[in-house]
């Protein structure tokens, strides 16, 4: 079983920053894919970002230019750095990975709220 923890969520004012960070419980070598998704009250949860071990990344069209996801290898662990946050941001985000042997592990979510 792998396990992923989130960290970095919180209250910012719109324009501001934050970064999310995504803890495994293994190496992200074994990860063929790692992702954030994001669902806020009355959505459906919605893909945000994603990169492959490859380096190979997606976005979703209202991050794009503002949200950068990458992973560290050596700390096992993927990151959401986000910038020019705006109230439609405002959501619970997940960490998602996909690993080598096809199983997909999901994060226990982390509250990011942007004030207007």
């Known amino acids: 079983q792998v396990q992923l923890v989130e960290s970095g969520g919180g209250l910012v004012q719109a324009g501001g920053s934050l970064s999310l960070s995504c803890a495994a419980s293994v190496s992200t070598f074994i990860l063929k894919a790692t992702g954030w998704y994001r669902q806020a009250p009355g959505k459906q949860r919605e893909l945000v970002a994603t990169?492959?071990?490859?380096?190979?990344?997606t976005y979703a069209d209202s991050v794009k230019g503002r949200f950068t996801i990458s992973r560290d290898n050596a700390n096992k662990t993927m990151y959401l750095q986000m910038n020019n946050l705006k109230p439609e941001d405002t959501a619970v985000y997940y960490c998602n990975a996909f690993t080598i042997s096809s199983n997909n592990y999901w994060g226990q979510g982390t509250q990011v709220t942007v004030s207007s």
């Open positions: 990169i492959t071990r490859g380096g190979t990344t």
